[in-house]
């Protein structure tokens, strides 16, 4: 099969023959049509994330299944299927109040620890794999449903944790990105009610007003915490969502943030910062967050498959472009999500 290779830290993506994987017991293996190309794989194409080399990048997948391992009852040959990012063991205590993500004995990642989507197939846990709902238009729109799984899953969780409802005004950082144009879709699906993108690249303003934005704020001309004030009659936002991680931002954020407020972090690669008094005084909430479970993962394909939701692919090409796809990544360029297409 055709697959993209990363052999070493920040080194080039290729395109190679390998060959195809054949299932084991308790695994299956996915037709891939589709694989998104988000921050979260990135990190490992820049070096700032280690794997053991060569491996194959890629966990937004939509595809279908080829063939499946003895014992496997979750999948079947035909259906449908997206992935699960985290490889959980599926029975410690936080795999089953359905928190996955802090799984006690968390075996890795999918496109990190084993092989992953940028492929024409792939082989995982049959347990990793999620059906894609039936009403869901995969094969016409496989770039989109393939970034579900992580693009908007991960926002539907964030709504959740910070109690996003009618009376809030959300600030989402990194608003022009992938996680951050559904960020502010998510939020303005959940009833807020003023959501306000914040990014350095005014380029990317034009698509967070189609997301959702009822304003944007330049960063890079500084005052973000008074321009959000400003925004705000001086009251400052209810919620304010962190996809950046640097200590500016998280400054900011809490500069701008007004009483009883909550300040959510979700960055792959985030940096500390100081917390200010206010938070006490303030009766502020900072809280941290990763990915999404599998029910909001399954959630997240529902919501779309309703049409209350839609996922934002702006790029795609196929396998043999993953490089210059990640350049462009690396430089900020992508607006929303990117796919590589497998044909």
């Not at 290729?14 to 990190?43: F, Q, S």
């Not at 790029?315 to 929303?336: D, S």
Request: glycine residues 12%; charged residues 20%; neutral net charge.
């Amino acid at each position: 099969m055709q697959a993209v290779l990363i052999k070493g830290a920040g080194t080039p993506l290729t395109l190679e023959t390998v060959p195809d994987p054949t299932p084991g017991p308790g695994e299956a293996v996915a037709k891939v049509h589709a694989c998104g190309a988000g921050l979260t794989i990135h990190h490992v194409r820049a070096g700032r994330t280690a794997v053991n080399y060569p491996r194959i990048l890629g966990h937004e997948i939509a595809g279908e299944i080829v063939a499946v391992g003895s014992g496997v009852t979750e999948v079947a040959v035909g259906d449908p299927v997206t992935a699960y990012f985290y490889l959980t063991c599926g029975h410690c205590h936080w795999c089953r109040i359905n928190r996955e993500t802090l799984c006690d004995n968390l075996a890795g990642h999918v496109g990190r620890d084993i092989d992953g989507g940028y492929a024409e197939y792939m082989k995982a846990p049959a347990r990793s794999f999620i059906k894609l709902p039936l009403d869901l238009d995969w094969r016409a729109h496989p770039a989109e449903a393939g970034v579900i799984c992580d693009a908007i899953a991960t926002p539907v969780k964030v709504i959740r944790k910070a109690r996003v409802d009618y009376s809030d005004t959300v600030a989402v950082f990194g608003a022009g990105g992938g996680l951050g144009l559904h960020m502010l879709q998510a939020a303005r699906w959940a009833g807020a009610k003023k959501v306000i993108a914040v990014d350095v690249m005014a380029s990317k303003f034009e698509a967070c007003g189609k997301a959702g934005a009822d304003a944007c704020v330049d960063a890079t001309a500084g005052r973000v915490a008074e321009q959000l004030r400003e925004l705000t009659q001086g009251k400052g936002v209810d919620v304010a969502i962190d996809f950046v991680g640097a200590p500016e931002c998280g400054a900011a954020a809490l500069g701008a943030m007004n009483k009883g407020a909550r300040l959510v972090l979700l960055a792959g690669r985030g940096k500390g910062f100081q917390l200010d008094p206010a938070v006490m005084r303030n009766e502020l909430e900072v809280m941290g967050s990763r990915y999404a479970t599998r029910q909001e993962v399954i959630d997240a394909l529902d919501l779309v498959a309703r049409n209350e939701l839609h996922a934002i692919v702006n790029e795609k090409v196929p396998l043999a472009q993953a490089e210059a796809i990640h350049q462009r990544l690396e430089r900020g360029l992508i607006t929303g999500r990117a796919a590589l297409m497998i044909v």
